[in-house]
């Protein structure tokens, strides 16, 4: 069976709402485009505005925590330099996220949803020239359709895909078939992509999507079925191009250069180390 590109998301606002794109142009080095561009830190959290820098998850109001954000619909119009936020049951803001006081307006809309929180007033951010991913290179997160479907057959639930955030997901694949894609390069239409290494889930894949609630225990479910908590796999542009919904994978004939993947073990094993809420198999 062939395998394609069944979706392509991205999250403008880290931690809430996707948009769905039907294609996108990816660059060597680079994530997709405005992916987790904006973000709401943590009012301990000391990122000023015009300067920013990678930080840990735990370091931004997230789904893990703050399941309200589930609710809340981003809309930005890039050429205008507007962002529109709305959740139900209130009115909607929209602001110019170009000026200081369209971003205040836009922290006072986030903080109201939000409430009083013991760390201090949550902040809007913009990134940098790395975006506000889990992790801190620019990258893509690609899931296997057919290995969540595996995991709805084992649990005896649906699951909808879009609690795993992804960038991009594939149809056709054996059921975790892009676990063996770890180390070497694949490719989607004319983009080559380096898969460095698995992604582990944390309990922010607990949260449905479209309510908020908690409702299912997703990092449970997978290890009482497989004995890990991963799903999907990381993805580096290394050859861009245009990637369009319906293009065609094409898996790796051959290993590849480990030389990226030895980069982020590295990374993922500092990190497990010394962050122990991140999840990561060493």
Known sequence: MAITLDHIYRFPVKGLHAE???SASL???????????????????????GAPRWYPKEWFVMLMRDTGLATVTPRVDWEAGTVELSTPGKP????????????EQLE????????????GRARWIESGEVSFTDVPQ?????????SVRDL???????????RFRANLYVRGAAPWEDFDWVGQE??????????????????????NPDTGERDVNVVKGLRAAYGHYDMGVYAEVVRGGH?????????????QSRSGLGHWLRFFGFLARGAPNVLWRR
Do not use: Y
């Open 92 to 103: 909607a803001c929209r602001a110019a996220f170009t000026t200081t006081e369209g971003r």
């Open 138 to 146: 620019n990258c893509l997160s690609l899931v296997n359709l057919e």
């Open 243 to 255: 990637v369009t919904v319906g293009d065609a994978v094409t898996p790796p004939g051959a290993p």
């Open 20 to 22: 769905p794109l039907d």
């Open 186 to 207: 694949i490719a989607i239409g004319d983009v080559r992509l380096r898969i460095p290494a698995r992604i582990p889930r944390c309990n922010a894949t607990s949260v």
């Open 152 to 162: 709805e057959s084992r649990m005896g639930r649906p699951i909808d895909p879009l």
């Open 27 to 49: 660059a060597a080095g680079q994530g997709l485009p405005h992916d987790r561009r904006f973000a709401i830190a943590r009012g301990d959290n000391r990122q000023t505005f």
């Open 108 to 119: 006072r809309w986030v903080n109201d949803v939000l409430g009083d929180r013991k760390e």
